[in-house]
């Protein structure tokens, strides 16, 4: 799944350290919920909080679900100044205590 990721962007190398481990762990830290709406959704995609094209790492810091609408909808918007969950501390307290970088 991350592999296709880097594809999809149009990637030639590693631009982070994202595992798919640490992918399923923020998706549980979300409750498999759109990290913009808040939408339960089968169709949860990785979104760069910080675009890929904008400079965004594909690390587990700048990565985050999104139902499709929101995530296309967002498009390159770099969202990071205004895009702070009330969790957010504790979700990154979880995917560096529980996964290996």
């Not at 762990?25 to 979300?30: G, H, K, Q, R, T």
């Not at 094209?53 to 390159?76: E, I």
Request: contains cysteine.
């Amino acid at each position: 799944m991350v592999k296709k990721a880097h594809r999809d962007y149009g990637f030639s190398g590693p631009v982070g350290d994202l595992t798919t481990e640490q992918w399923k762990v923020i998706l549980a830290a979300f409750g498999g919920r759109c990290a913009y709406c808040g939408e339960a959704a089968a169709d949860l995609t990785m979104d760069h909080v910080i675009p890929a094209s904008k400079g965004g790492r594909h690390t587990a810091s700048n990565v985050v679900p999104a139902c499709g609408f929101c995530n296309r909808s967002k498009k390159d918007k770099d969202l990071s100044p205004t895009f702070y969950p009330a969790d957010w501390a504790e979700i990154e307290r979880v995917i560096s205590g529980r996964v290996s970088h």
